[in-house]
């Protein structure tokens, strides 16, 4: 009940929505440019653009993210470039069960992977190593010599957590 409270209270009926403040070249409100970024924008919150599935709005999306975040302890969406709809744009959840809490290793010089996150020297995500398929899709297939990732770069990917401690590269549930 916890999780849907938080969806409807945090959340709520109409989410978080887009409101532009945008100004022409003389410092006034553009307010014609402002209602078409909107407008689109609204468009773009329907099931069939804002997600890769075509199964959630934008408002759904929101819920899913806290919801997510509460449960799990984090929360991961990837940003992806798509001809799927006519904004080149769609949101893409991802389970953390995708990132490995067991893949710690150096990377390279400059970088080193912490439970699936590559990061720098100071700590900063520069990348994360998923799973390629679902690691309980085919438990048992699942040893240490056939696991097979994809490397998607930080600047595609919204990895929300609470921050508890100061090196701190996943969250907790």
Known sequence: ?????????VVGQKGIRLSCKARDENGQLDIVGNQIIEREFAKWCKKESCTV???LSFIDAQKLFI?????????LVKHVKTKENRFGYSLQFIEADH???ELNEPYSNDSKIRMGVECNTVG?????HLFKNHPY???YLYTASTKEYIRVPADEMIHAYIQERPEMTRGVP
Do not use: H, M, Q, V
């Open 1 to 9: 009940r916890y999780l849907a409270l938080l969806g409807s209270n």
């Open 53 to 55: 599935t075509g199964k």
């Open 67 to 75: 919801e997510t975040l509460a449960r799990d302890g984090e929360c």
């Open 99 to 101: 990132l490995d809490e």
């Open 124 to 128: 900063k995500p520069l990348a994360y």
């Open 137 to 139: 899709d085919d438990s």
